[in-house]
């Protein structure tokens, strides 16, 4: 508790220093460095949003994997991990499309083009309104933390991945900083919770048990 307690005031205070110092300064340095570029500003903003798909994706996979798994009397480490993606990936896309809406942030791009706009929009998150939390970040920040914990031997990639998903949100003007930094950690709360109270094994006998085989 005292570590989850900490990580969320530490995420506060991220939140708001980069809210209050970094968000617009880093927005416009990159409107004026990159995205000032007619081809690179149009060619991002046809970049389909692919998130729901893979959400119903992983989430398929997820528990089709999980149960053919059980079904044959094997509930060990890769059904567990099956098991807890099925469950945080789309909880985590359903908490975040709802605080999108209960917070209504304004887009990065649509700021950019109206500077003096408002930027919260509360309880009214739909078009432009819909920017806090980034949703791209929350969903691969719970499955990222998933392989992370469960393959550690691959975790040098995970984390290359989630880095390299907070480059390209910040340089295609996708999302200010704050909102990457707010999705990380509704993802990973999302995580911890669901595997506490989900997947968290009392003993070690449970650690190895075997579910009987389907005849």
């Not at 990580?7 to 409107?31: E, H, K, P």
């Not at 990973?188 to 989900?198: E, K, S, V």
């Amino acid at each position: 508790m005292k570590k989850i307690v900490g990580i969320t005031l530490l995420t506060l205070l991220l939140v708001a220093g980069s809210y209050f110092f970094l968000d617009t300064g880093i927005a416009l340095f990159v409107r004026g460095a990159w995205m000032s570029h007619a081809r690179l500003d149009i060619s991002s903003t046809k970049i389909p949003d692919l998130l729901l798909l893979v959400v119903c994706g992983v989430t398929g996979f997820g528990w089709a994997a999980y149960f053919h798994r059980v079904s044959r009397g094997k509930y060990d480490q890769h059904a567990r991990f099956f098991r807890l993606i099925a469950i945080t990936v789309p909880l985590t896309y359903v908490v975040k499309s709802i605080l999108k809406i209960a917070v209504g942030r304004i887009t990065t791009r649509f700021w950019l083009r109206h500077p003096d706009y408002p930027q919260f929009h509360w309880f009214n998150g739909r078009n432009h309104y819909d920017g806090f939390p980034s949703g791209h970040m929350a969903v691969f920040m719970a499955l990222g933390i998933a392989l992370w914990k469960y393959y550690p031997q691959h975790r040098f990639l995970y984390a290359s991945f989630l880095a390299a998903l907070t480059m390209a949100l910040v340089v295609t003007d996708y999302h200010f900083v704050s909102d990457i930094i707010a999705g990380a950690y509704l993802g990973l709360m999302i995580h911890i919770g669901a595997h506490n109270h989900f997947l968290s094994l009392p003993n070690s006998q449970e650690e190895n048990r075997k579910l009987p085989a389907r005849q």
